[in-house]
Nanobody
Framework: QVQLVESGGGLVQAGGSLKLSCAASGSMFSINNMGWYRQAPGKQRELVALITSRGDTNYADSVKGRFAISRDNALSTVYLQMNSLKPEDTAVYYC???????????????WGQGTLVTVSS
């Protein structure tokens, strides 16, 4: 069973920074795309940032220039560096990964439990 465990959320003032981490554990053959999503109260879950296995990245327009996604394939870990945080960044942040458990298996999505980020004004 593959699990994703997030850490690094918390309370920060507007303009501050936080770094989220998400480590995958369990029996895995390979990981394809990894990403961060967020869900604010009363809103749908949205993509924040995505990174491919080659290191190509994609960001939501609302976080471009402020957030940076990276990954360490040796550690099966993805990071999200969040700078210049705004109150509207307040949300539960979820880690996502496309995981293959064996050579001939298909990639399937795995989600973390979420970590709360609160930005005060």
């Amino acid at each position: 069973q593959v699990q994703l465990v997030e850490s690094g959320g918390g309370l920060v003032q507007a303009g501050g920074s936080l770094k989220l981490s998400c480590a995958a554990s369990g029996s895995m053959f390979s990981i394809n795309n990894m990403g961060w999503y967020r869900q604010a109260p009363g809103k749908q879950r949205e993509l924040v940032a995505l990174i491919t296995s080659r290191g190509d990245t994609n960001y939501a327009d609302s976080v471009k220039g402020r957030f940076a996604i990276s990954r360490d394939n040796a550690l099966s870990t993805v990071y999200l560096q969040m700078n210049s945080l705004k109150p509207e960044d307040t949300a539960v942040y979820y880690c996502n990964a496309e995981v293959k458990v064996a050579l001939l298996a298909e990639y399937r999505e795995v989600w973390g439990q979420g970590t709360l980020v609160t930005v005060s004004s």
